[in-house]
């Protein structure tokens, strides 16, 4: 008889699939082409307590089912919601989320669209993304409000922030995410969604292994650990664009070596160790010399660049610290080792900002780029969330070198 979970322990491996395209769950970053995400993190400590290494198969919705019968993963981990369908063929673990659709619309207007009868109205723009869950809910609710079916999942909440439409009906997970990246909008009752559906982890038809996995997520449930990765997931902050150009490339790959820092300075919090490690720097630049003359970027800039990355890093981390020190914050739990996950993550941003910077040195050496690299730079590095470290970051950028 199949034994998943000796396979896995005897290959030393665990292929997750995951699709890559849905936040807060999978989502590959179209910047750094790393998969992030609450799910992403609940594989990694899955593969952890597994004690194997983690291989990340990528699969597609609708592929899902067909992967699945060919044998090519262990289990799916991608924000997957239970249904019978798919249970005819394979297991599900014990559910780690709850969700259903819920209204999300702007803000000045929470009051009008609270229930269906209010939103099912002559006069109602409703907005919905083609082909899944959202529209079928959408068409059987609704025979007076009009109906638009709006194909681009990344601009079609702009669409309710400008008042071009009023309102959509969506995972409550998804409300809530997008009432956090987008200000202006507001989920409707997230916690008593219209509709009731829960995600799980999908598994090959193997008890044992289910076994494993449920115990596993119970243990998650019961420590915390999945009310933390939601919140940390849905307070992320996500890219809501993907760059268009080289310039946009290199700025959002420096505010994506800007992201890691609040884990950095959570891990040397937790170890009460300084934020500075001279030693750590003087690798870094090293390294980097001999990637960009191997990529022929001028060393001096890739120098000045990177010394200009670790000051903004470090006023990332005090900033931080500060607040916490104010704060008289605890430890925090369930954050990445430093030597292990996030300086390898670090490394490969080096590797990917001195292609950036080679692509782009004819533009950061032309004066008249100075204003398109400044607004750039506004774009992409929030000023709002790191303020002063954002400015230090593309100082190399912006001022004219001899
Ligand atoms: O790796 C760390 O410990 C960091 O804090 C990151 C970093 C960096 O920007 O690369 C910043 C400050 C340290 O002095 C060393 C490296």
């Known amino acids: 008889a199949e034994d998943r979970l000796a396979d896995i322990l005897a290959r030393g491996t665990v292929r997750i699939a995951t699709t890559g395209d849905y936040q807060p769950f999978s989502y590959k970053n179209p910047v750094t082409h790393e998969y992030e995400g609450l799910d992403i993190d609940l594989g990694r400590q899955l593969a952890r307590e597994l004690g194997v290494k983690l291989e990340w198969v990528p699969t597609s919705w609708p592929q899902l089912m067909a992967d699945y019968e060919a044998g090519k993963f262990d289990i799916v981990m991608s924000g997957v919601s239970i249904n019978l369908e798919r249970q005819k063929k394979a297991l599900f673990s014990i559910p780690y989320l709850k969700d259903g659709k819920t209204p999300i619309t702007r803000c000045t207007d929470a009051q009008r669209f609270q229930t269906l009868a209010q939103i099912d109205q002559p006069g109602v723009n409703v907005i919905v993304n083609p082909g899944g869950t959202n529209e079928k809910f959408a068409r059987s609710h609704l025979h007076h409000a009009r109906l638009t079916v709006y194909p681009d999942n990344t601009t079609i909440f702009e669409q309710i922030a400008s008042g071009k439409a009023d309102v959509m009906m969506t995972d409550a997970i998804e409300t809530r995410l997008q009432a956090k990246l987008r200000p202006a909008l507001c989920a409707i009752h997230p916690n008593q969604p219209f509709t009731y559906s829960e995600k799980a982890l999908l598994l090959p038809n193997d008890f044992r292994w289910k076994a494993w996995v449920d115990q596993f997520l119970h243990q ?183």
Do not use: C
Request: hydrophobic share 40%; proline share 7%.
């Open 220 to 402: 998650a449930q019961a420590r915390g650990t999945l009310d933390r990765l939601q919140t940390r997931w849905l307070s992320w902050p996500w890219l809501t664009q993907a760059p268009q150009n080289d310039l946009d490339t290199l700025l959002a790959l420096m505010n994506e070596r800007l992201k890691l820092m609040p884990d950095v300075a959570r891990y040397k919090w937790n170890e009460q160790s300084a934020i500075e490690d001279l030693a750590r720097e003087k690798t870094i630049l090293a390294d980097l010399v001999k990637q960009a003359e191997a990529a022929k970027v001028s060393p001096s800039l890739a120098t000045a660049f990177f010394k200009a990355q670790i000051e903004a890093a470090k006023m990332v981390q005090h900033q931080l610290t500060d607040s916490w020190r104010q704060q008289q914050a605890s430890r925090f739990e369930d954050i990445p080792d430093l030597k292990t996950e996030i300086r390898p993550r670090l490394d490969a941003l080096t590797s990917q900002l001195i292609d950036a910077l080679a692509r782009n040195q004819t533009t950061l050496a032309d004066p008249a780029r100075q204003p398109l690299i400044e607004s750039t730079a506004q774009r992409w590095i929030p000023q709002t969330q790191w303020g002063e470290a954002a400015k230090t970051a593309s100082a190399p950028l912006l001022n004219p070198r001899p």
